[in-house]
């Protein structure tokens, strides 16, 4: 796949509905406890925490990149990474301020995108096989699979 192929894909996917891998059951409203929400958010994304939660998106997606075919996307098309580079890339994200990565299932044309300052996967138009797969890991790794109100920007 070239990069203008990813890119146009990427676009469009990220229109689709969405579904989330989350640490929380389901999304938090304003007629929840928004306050102490965010609170909690902080206190996840400082130090020790985040990483552990980074930690736990990464072998959900490693582990699920053993059934499909993929590209990665970050600062442009990396093809065939291997899971240390990939496990570096998504390492970066938690600690950078304003970074992405989107891996891009086309035989599914399902997407998952990791980005900084998230405490969420978020998994863009994901078929029968992806949410299965995806469900049964994030379970595995003490996450929650959910369906976003519909888009998940």
């Not at 509905?17 to 994304?45: G, K, M, S």
């Not at 989107?102 to 992806?130: A, F, H, R, T, W």
Request: proline share 3%; charged share 20%.
């Amino acid at each position: 796949m070239t990069q203008s192929e990813m890119n146009i894909m990427v676009e469009e996917l990220l229109m689709k509905p969405c579904y989330v891998i989350d640490f929380l059951p389901q999304r938090v409203t304003e007629y929840d406890n928004i306050q102490f929400f965010n609170a909690v958010e902080q206190y996840y994304l400082c130090g020790d925490k985040v990483k552990q939660i980074a930690n736990s998106f990464i072998h959900i997606i490693l582990k699920s990149l053993c059934y499909f075919e993929f590209s990665v996307y970050k600062d442009g098309l990396i093809e065939n990474p291997s899971c240390q580079d990939l496990e570096k890339m998504m390492k970066a994200v938690y600690t950078s301020q304003d970074d992405c990565v989107s891996i891009l299932l086309p035989k599914e044309k399902s997407l998952i995108q990791m980005c900084s300052g998230d405490l969420n996967l978020s998994v863009y138009n994901p078929n029968e096989k992806v949410t299965h797969i995806l469900g049964v890991l994030a379970q595995a790794e003490g996450m929650f699979w959910w369906q976003g109100n519909n888009l998940c920007q």
